[in-house]
Nanobody
Framework: QVQLVESGGGLVQAGDSVRLSCAAS????????MGWFRQAPGKEREFVAG????????RYADSVKGRSTISRDNAKNTVYLQMNSLKPEDTAVYYC???????????????????WGQGTQVTVSS
């Protein structure tokens, strides 16, 4: 089992930045990839960014590409999501997820991830 705990959300203004953290514990050696997803009220959960744990390869959703950076600290078993130039449409609950199975590309479907955190709210006011 892997436990994931997100932190770093809050209320920010449009144009601000936020840094989300996801601390992993448990059988972290079994993780292949980490992903950040978000879910706004009335909408489906959507992929935001992902990273391969071992080699650091990344993938981003078009909606955040160029203003977001996903990174990891192997020593701390922590993944980060830095988001800049925030927009009101970025308002959502942000979830961290972990995938065990190896794949050629980073997966973007939520059902392809095995473990989930409880989520952290990010609210962007205009």
């Amino acid at each position: 089992q892997v436990q994931l705990v997100e932190s770093g959300g809050g209320l920010v203004q449009a144009g601000d930045s936020v840094r989300l953290s996801c601390a992993a514990s448990g059988r972290t050696f079994s993780m292949f990839a980490m992903g950040w997803f978000r879910q706004a009220p009335g909408k489906e959960r959507e992929f935001v960014a992902g990273i391969i744990w071992n080699d650091g390869r990344t993938r981003y959703a078009d909606s955040v590409k160029g203003r977001s950076t996903i990174s990891r600290d192997n020593a701390k078993n922590t993944v980060y999501l830095q988001m800049n130039s925030l927009k009101p449409e970025d308002t959502a609950v942000y979830y961290c997820a972990a995938r065990r199975s190896v794949t050629v590309v980073i997966r973007v479907q939520s059902n392809e991830y095995d473990y989930w955190g409880q989520g952290t709210q990010v609210t962007v006011s205009s």
